[in-house]
């Protein structure tokens, strides 16, 4: 595969358009590397700069469906596992966005009496 390729598919990598994206959230949610990536879905590493670069299916079931039985049988992939991949990626990224702020940074949990309101200057009890 050439190098062009293998860069523009690290290029997109953050874009949910390509499949790319959800290779990448799923791998780093297992913390496995392309080889381990490949022989999950069941083909030679060098594949997987192709794989990264197709669009990603669409999330609509009957769709979602056809578009990683196209994909698995264009690449020689294990479909369900292709389809098990996508699916937990889209629930890590949804996960993700729950826990951030509009900032995208993370929101942490702030300690508050039990009748809900803040005591702003600190001085209250704790349990």
């Known amino acids: 595969?050439?190098?062009?390729?293998?860069?523009?598919?690290?290029?997109?990598?953050?874009?949910?358009?390509?499949?790319?994206?959800?290779?990448?959230?799923?791998?780093?949610?297992?913390?496995?590397?392309?080889?381990?990536?490949?022989?999950?879905?069941?083909?030679?590493?060098?594949?997987?700069?192709?794989?990264?670069?197709?669009?990603?299916?669409?999330?609509?079931?009957?769709a979602f469906r056809r578009d990683v039985d196209l994909i698995a049988a264009r690449f020689g992939l294990h479909a369900d596992v292709?389809?098990?991949?996508?699916?937990?990626?889209?629930?890590?990224?949804a996960l993700r966005r729950e826990a951030t702020g509009a900032e995208g940074v993370l929101m942490a949990a702030r300690d508050r009496p039990a009748d809900g309101n803040a005591d702003p200057a600190g001085e209250g009890e704790r349990p």
Not at 30 to 35: S, W
Not at 42 to 48: D, E, K, M
Not at 82 to 93: F, K
């Open 1 to 62: 595969m050439s190098s062009r390729l293998a860069a523009l598919a690290l290029r997109v990598r953050d874009d949910p358009f390509f499949l790319a994206s959800a290779l990448a959230v799923y791998a780093e949610s297992e913390t496995m590397d392309d080889e381990q990536l490949a022989a999950q879905l069941g083909c030679p590493v060098a594949t997987l700069v192709s794989l990264r670069l197709c669009r990603r299916p669409r999330p609509e079931p009957p």
């Open 82 to 93: 292709l389809a098990a991949v996508v699916r937990r990626a889209d629930a890590v990224t």
